[in-house]
């Protein structure tokens, strides 16, 4: 299973605690591009609002731009000077986008570190650009593109990721590595790793048992195939494990790699 962390300080870090626990884990760094569509639409708040009809994330959106400009001009006074950080929180998106066509518009400028009103502003007259990622509106696009001025941008990054790799198919092990890893990892992918690894010995428990039977490699692969979907019961959830031959042989050299089954040819011994 795979843990991603922020830093390699943290990538380090946690791979020192899991080998001092016994657990065995490798490092991996990679160069990752993240490659985000957004569909862009433009006009005066007026002329959104107007249009907008039926397009529930443009109406959302539209909602909460009223909400951030009522927020910042209900007790901004013409001629007086504000600093930025009193009037935008990053994690506001609406205070961003009302602040930015403000200052667009002439109707707010900068001063000596200020922000400074000089007229009182009207939200209808405001010309403002909202985007949406393309997978929000798709099923808007047609009425999008021929109702508004639209355009469209693309975002293109490119990351160092960090990520440890837990080379251990144990369930004991598998545990206390997700442990481990609570301080170092992102929660995101400490969620996907904690399933991963409980399919994983489930799935390495199974083919273990499956050995003892079937000592033709083939034959094993028949039996495990037949009983797809594998599945795990929660008090409240379920997990479904599936897979295809192609996976089983390289999960196959893996459990050989840990020293749980030998394969050779087509005869496995466990």
């Known amino acids: 299973m795979r843990l991603e962390v922020l830093s390699k300080d943290d990538m380090n ?36 609002v107007e249009k907008a009809e039926g397009i529930e994330p443009l109406q959302e959106s539209l909602d909460e731009l009223k909400f951030a400009f009522e927020e910042i001009t209900s007790d901004w006074e013409v001629g007086e000077g504000k ?20 200052i667009e518009s002439g109707t707010v400028v900068e001063e000596d570190g200020k922000l400074v009103l000089m007229e009182k502003p009207v939200l209808d007259g405001l010309r403002v650009e909202l985007r949406f ?15 508004f001025e639209t355009g469209m941008i693309t975002e293109y990054t490119m990351e160092k990721r960090y990520f440890v790799e837990v080379m251990e198919v144990d369930r004991e092990l598998v545990e206390a590595a997700l442990e481990i890893a609570e301080d ?24 273990l048992e499956l050995a003892k039977k079937h000592r033709k490699k083939n034959d094993l692969i028949d039996a495990l195939l037949e009983r797809e979907p594998i ?20 999960f196959l050299k893996e459990l050989q790699s840990l020293g749980y089954l030998k394969v050779k040819g087509n005869r496995i011994w466990v």
């Open 83 to 102: 600093p930025l950080d009193g009037l935008f929180d990053e994690s506001d998106f609406g205070r961003l986008l009302v602040l930015t066509a403000l």
């Open 184 to 207: 170092y990892a992102t929660e995101e992918s400490i969620v996907e790793a904690m399933f991963d690894g409980i399919a994983r010995s489930v799935l390495a428990d199974v083919i």
């Open 133 to 147: 990622p393309i997978d929000e509106v798709e099923d808007y696009l047609e009425e999008l593109e021929r109702r």
């Open 13 to 48: 870090a946690l791979s020192r605690e899991l080998s001092r626990a016994g657990i065995m884990n490798r490092t991996l760094e990679d160069v990752t591009p993240e490659i985000s569509h957004y569909v862009v639409v433009r006009g005066t708040y007026a002329e959104l």
């Open 231 to 250: 599945v795990v019961e929660g008090e409240r959830e379920r997990l479904n494990i599936y897979f295809d031959e192609d996976a089983i042989e390289d």
